[in-house]
């Protein structure tokens, strides 16, 4: 009798093994390919060279952590999801789709650049805000706040950028297509904004501020 019982217990431990944990496994993200309607390189009159420096941002956000906030509850407590992250930190993902859009391909070509070419630019950005937010439990959007300085001879320029995309779902992967959408929104906008902040010969150093309601953010 005794054998017997063991011999079920045996059985019904390894048939437990076999089933696994019923805990969901963790997935990693990213922004996915980008499509080649997001990939607006900026038109400009002559070659401009864009040096886009890595993304800076709070300790909190520069991490793997998927982030969400209850708006309806407790708007002040950012809480990463168990099961769900990004595949690296939000700051350097945005900086790799920043890099894709303003770099055409195939521009591998090496330039003899002095002191005082005015086709060097510098694009330094900080991340202020890449969460998704719940206003409801079953509403929510991706929230991307971002300032961008654009830096070179004869061009001192600043915006800061600030986009929002509706969640298809209420859950980690709904977040993730918002602020995948967020970040080719921006990586257009910048490249427009950096298009359009091309000095002429007779312009000197200037200061741009935001002006109304612009949707877009970028730090480097």
């Known amino acids: 009798m ?44 002559a070659q401009v060279d864009i040096v886009v420096y890595e993304i800076t941002a709070s300790e909190w956000i520069d991490q793997t952590s998927m982030y969400y906030r209850l708006a309806y509850r407790n708007a002040a407590n950012p809480i990463p999801y168990a099961q769900s992250q990004w595949v690296m930190s939000p700051a350097a993902l945005l900086t790799q789709r920043l890099r894709s859009s303003l770099t055409p391909p195939g521009s591998g070509e090496i330039h003899r650049v002095s002191a005082d070419d005015p086709a ?84 000197a150093v200037r200061l741009d501020r935001p002006a109304g309601q612009l949707r877009a953010t970028s730090t480097q």
């Open 2 to 45: 005794k054998l017997l019982a063991t011999a079920i217990a045996l059985l019904a431990c390894s048939g437990c093994s076999l089933m696994g944990s019923k805990e969901s496994p963790k997935a990693d993200f990213d922004f996915g390919p980008v499509a080649a309607t997001h990939m607006p390189y900026p038109a400009t009159s």
């Open 120 to 203: 060097i630019y510098a694009l330094r950005s900080e991340l202020f805000e890449f969460e998704q937010v719940f206003d409801q439990p079953d509403r929510s959007r991706g929230v991307l706040r971002l300032r961008a300085t654009l830096e070179g001879r004869g061009v001192w320029a600043q915006r800061t950028f600030a986009i929002e995309k509706a969640a298809p779902t209420p859950d980690a992967a709904g977040g993730v297509s918002a602020l995948s959408q967020c970040a080719d929104e921006l990586a257009a906008s910048i490249s427009q904004w950096v298009a359009g902040r091309q000095p002429s010969a007779s312009e």
